[in-house]
């Protein structure tokens, strides 16, 4: 299964070996996934102003995020229901990213859990948590996450109730992650823990335990400047993949107002609509220090597990080596927005049209 040669055909293994539901689940969003759909849109947008004559002999790829060295400047954020896609779940993403030298966030509405994980494969990764208990409940939870060794911790804040997706709904699909009611995230008891999440949850984080935080969903440049202020150490531009609110604006567009009010003081992670190695190039020309790819690690992972994961980072890491050397620049420390020209995509963007290959038979 790890053996495809094109990132198109890992796509193709990958909806395959899915049933509908699955599948959907993975390509789908929330109501008309408009967001999903401007996320790619957005990074077709972008395209390169490249430099000539320039020394491109040796090209480096790697980059630093939270005191580790990533081979390549990608995360593999958090999937709930990754174990839709591959048997051994985050186990599987676990391996591939440790093997391969890259960071892991973890989430946790996956299996196996997070401390059998960090028991099972070696190596530093983030874990990602969503708030199902109260302050005492979340102390605990950060405390484990300690002891088992995660290098940082991370709250998704884009996720205060859950989406309506159309997709899931019309066919009675309910995740495997966690049977939510609709419209909402409740635990047993019936409280919704995640929507009462305020910026006194990230001062109480700060203040009582020494991990690196990580926000997740800040689209806002006012919300990205007050998370430096109150400490969070990576802000993280996301708006789920398109799957929570609907008709946002695109991640990759948001991200120059994020990096200007960050201004260089944290690093800032961005996803959305990535899926090739010259996506990566772009997100780190507008101020990115590293770009999550969730449905191209879902999609790896239904091609074939962590060996199918691996071999898809490989592809990725030569298509940005290629990509990086075209634009005329050795290293990815020194992208930068003059490479970047705004123009009107060529055809209409969906979740997979960054693999126009894939329907027409090759």
Known sequence: M???KTLTDM???ARNNLDKGDWDYLVGAAD???SLNRNRAAVDSWTF???ILQDVSD???STQLLGQTLRIPVVLPPIGSVQAFTEKGGSAVAEAAADFGVLQILSSSCSPDFEAVAQQIQGPRIYQLYLSGDQAWLDDQIARTISSGYIGFCLTADTQVYSRRERDIM???VPMQARMATGTMLDQSGVNYQSTMSWDTVAHIKE???IPLIVKGVMNPEDAKRCVEVGVDVVYVSNHGGRQLDHTVACIDALPAVVEAVDGRVPVVVDGGFMRGADVIKGLCLGATAVGMGRFEALAAAAGGAAAIGRALSILEREIQISLALTGVADVADLHPGLMHRAQP???????SAFPLLEEGY
């Open 2 to 4: 790890g053996d495809f």
């Open 11 to 13: 796509v193709r293994l």
């Open 32 to 34: 008309t996934e408009a």
């Open 49 to 51: 102003l490249p430099r």
């Open 59 to 61: 090209v480096k790829t």
């Open 171 to 173: 066919k009675n699909y």
């Open 208 to 210: 009582k335990f020494d």
């Open 346 to 352: 060529l055809a209409a963007s969906h979740a997979l």
